[in-house]
């Protein structure tokens, strides 16, 4: 099956003097050939406002959902690609489990329903034209701006893979303990940087971490220090308050286990305030304290803790830095199936289609 790594086209224009209209529309991409901005302008031009209008009402019903739909975009493409494979029930090959079914996603997943409804909304718009695939990353565009975030576009153009594999997750998704190179090395091994790993992990800004992602740092730490040192004594009291003990009563059932905001002021707002509390030791992940510790990282770290601009600007600004949305981007285009003879444009996000419903491939907008 062909793929398409990272193949640079185009750095789009940086206008110093942007508007908030050239703001929107001009940001720094990398662009995979096969994926453009408006591929739907003509097979299907509803396609992104039902998406956003699917995501805003999901959002006004339950706040959590932006973060859910983040998170989804991400696992999906550092596990084979952009290609909706985190969305399939079953695999093809009866008896394995799906990349859903892994630790790392399972109950964890959140808005999987939001993308549910976007799916089935679109096929009766604009039957078997959209990707499973390009709705996950319009979807995560438009969780971001419904989080605050003034926007991007969003290129399209992805096919749907025909497989899921939980095999396929060891070594492609950084873990919550982390560190630094660990984590740096699967960014790297994704085509995207350390700077992509920081300034993404921005997103830790919305939504929060079960216990049983953090509780060893919150007990038994190492042998001399029950809790971990690296974090303020005062915020690892309040999560001990929260979260049981490991192996307590309590701290059995994962399902059942409290989950923390990692931003608790803004709980809700895709804002800077991560890098805030990461640098006050506030971090909620040992991913998130190494990023604050490690000379490395705390550089980035400290310039997005004190320019917001630097993150995202704001929705009048005509700062020309937008790394969050550049990222995001970038995000987007790791491993991709573009063009006829990839995948397929699935009917349903969470199966692959039946041979009878095999559909030939979706025309950019131009043809
Ligand atoms: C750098 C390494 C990263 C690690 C180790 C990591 C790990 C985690 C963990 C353990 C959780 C908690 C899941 C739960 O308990 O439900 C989480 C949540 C989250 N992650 Fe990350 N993550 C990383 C990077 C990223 C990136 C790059 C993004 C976005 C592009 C992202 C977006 C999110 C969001 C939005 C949530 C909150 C989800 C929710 O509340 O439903 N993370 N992450």
């Known amino acids: 099956m062909a793929r398409f790594s990272l193949l640079v086209l185009a750095a789009l224009i940086i206008a110093a003097a942007a508007s908030s209209s050239l703001h929107r529309a001009a940001v720094d991409a990398a662009i995979v ?10 097979t299907c031009p509803e396609a992104e406002s039902t998406i956003r209008e699917i995501v805003n009402t999901d959002k006004n019903n339950d706040p959590t959902i932006p973060a859910g739909l983040i998170r989804i975009f991400f696992h999906d493409c550092f596990v084979k690609g952009c290609d909706a494979s985190i ?50 990353a319009f979807a995560a565009r438009d969780a971001a701006v419904a989080a605050g975030h003034p926007g991007y576009p ?19 998704l950084p873990g919550p303990g982390q560190g630094v190179g660990e984590i740096t090395r699967v960014f790297v091994g994704k085509g995207m940087t350390q700077e992509d ?16 992602m953090f509780s060893d740092r919150l007990y038994n730490f190492s042998a001399g220090a029950d809790v971990d040192p690296a974090m303020d004594p005062g915020y690892a009291g309040m ?40 640098l006050s030791r506030r971090g909620l992940l040992g991913s998130d304290n190494a990023l604050a510790e490690d000379p490395g990282t705390r550089p980035l770290v400290e310039a997005l803790a004190r320019d ?22 970038k995000l ?3 491993d991709v199936l573009v063009g006829e003879g990839n995948g397929e444009i699935r009917m349903d996000c969470r199966a692959v289609n039946t041979p ?7 025309l950019p907008s131009e043809f």
């Open 87 to 136: 969305l399939l029930d079953e695999t093809p090959t009866p008896g394995e489990e799906t990349e859903k079914q892994s630790p790392a996603n399972g109950f964890t997943l959140n808005g999987l329903s939001t993308i549910d409804v976007a799916k089935s909304t679109i096929e009766s718009l604009c039957p078997r034209t959209v990707s499973c695939a390009d709705i996950v």
């Open 308 to 329: 917001v601009q630097l993150f995202q600007p704001g929705r009048e600004s005509s700062c020309v830095h937008r790394k969050f949305a550049e990222s995001m981007q």
């Open 332 to 334: 987007g285009m790791v």
């Open 154 to 172: 969003v290129a399209a153009g992805r096919r749907d893979g025909l497989g899921s594999l939980k095999s396929s997750l060891p070594g492609n």
């Open 356 to 362: 009878g419903e095999q559909v030939p491939p979706t």
């Open 33 to 42: 050939e096969g994926l453009q901005v408006g591929f739907y302008d003509r």
């Open 197 to 212: 790993a920081v300034v993404l992990s921005g997103a830790h800004s919305i939504g929060g971490a079960h216990c049983f």
């Open 239 to 278: 999560l001990r308050t929260v979260c049981p003990a490991p192996g307590s009563p309590d701290g059995e059932d994962p399902e059942n286990a409290p989950k923390v905001a990692f931003d608790a002021r803004t709980e809700q707002r895709l804002d800077t305030s991560y890098f805030v509390e990461v």
